[in-house]
């Protein structure tokens, strides 16, 4: 069966609006926001290392985070141009090599602004760089498989967001065991959150060859997956909270998965048309558990050790 698409004629001049929503902007919040967690889980007081706090959220987001939509937005141009026509460069908005040019220059630019931050600092940008060019240009393309491309993403996002975090606050070292398992633990849950943003794509990820969950497990059976795997990575981490005797942030947290939990019913009776309500009113639920975590643990012996 032959998959025909189509990109609009460019017209002669870049569009610089186009460029900041290639870039999307909305996007680069969930790495601000688990940069900031591990920061915080860290225990040291961020007053005496705001500069460096505040480096550390715009390479996160606006940088690294901006980088990889770009990369991914070339590479995916010829699908977009049947699920979403009027993005920037599928419309011809971004015209002739322009996407993949700001793909270039912005990954530059990471390195770059990332030397202040350190050999860890560094490397963490290097890996994450690494990463997103890999979840979307061939020969890998981890996102043509939704269980590989959706992992890779939850790890840059949120898990080593939230290890680089804490590695820089701590002195750019590696932080202590209960931070690497919080964050893996939230990156395993964000795997998710990515399979939301999955459902919208559904027709052309399956005519383009692109094996997202969804069109591997069906709607219904992608929507259960993504659910139980959020609420199960939150429900290992309220454990753990338990074990670590931090009971009223375990409860508060509990009582942010029973509400995510009422909501994920909703959104498996209809996957397709409440996938990005899902994503909008759920996730701020878990993600705001990753906030009331950071403050349980920051107090921990082992974490207070390594601050000093």
Known sequence: MSVSFSVQSAPAR??????????????????????????????????????????????????VCASSQA????????????????????????????????????????????????????????????????YSAPPFRFKRNGWIGNTAVGFTYEGLAWVTGAGIMLGNQVPPMPLVWLAILYSIGAHGIMT???????????????????????????????????????TVVIGLLLWWNRPSHAIAIGVLVVVQAMMMWRFVQSPRERALWLSALGVPFYVSGMMITAFAVRTLPMIVEAGR
Do not use: Y
């Not at 009027?86 to 971004?94: M, T």
């Not at 969804?214 to 199960?232: I, Q, Y």
């Open 196 to 234: 939301l943003n999955d459902f919208k794509a559904m027709d052309g990820d399956r005519r383009m060859g692109v094996n997202s969950l969804p069109v591997l497990l069906g709607a219904v059976g992608a929507a259960r997956v993504a659910s139980l795997v959020m609420l199960l990575a939150q």
């Open 14 to 63: 870049l569009d610089p609006k186009a460029v900041l929503t290639l870039l999307k902007p909305v996007t680069w919040f969930p790495p601000m926001w688990a940069f900031t967690c591990g920061a915080i889980a860290a225990g040291v007081p961020l007053s005496d290392r705001k500069a460096l706090l505040a480096l550390g959220i715009a390479i996160t987001g606006p940088l």
């Open 71 to 134: 990369v991914n937005d070339w590479f995916d141009r010829h699908v977009d141009a049947i699920n979403e026509p009027s993005r920037p460069i599928p419309s011809g908005r971004i015209p002739g090599q322009w996407g993949l040019t700001i793909a270039i220059v912005w990954t530059v630019l990471c390195l770059v602004a990332a030397l202040p931050l350190g050999a860890f600092g560094m490397s963490a940008v290097a890996i994450a760089l690494l990463f997103s060019w890999g």
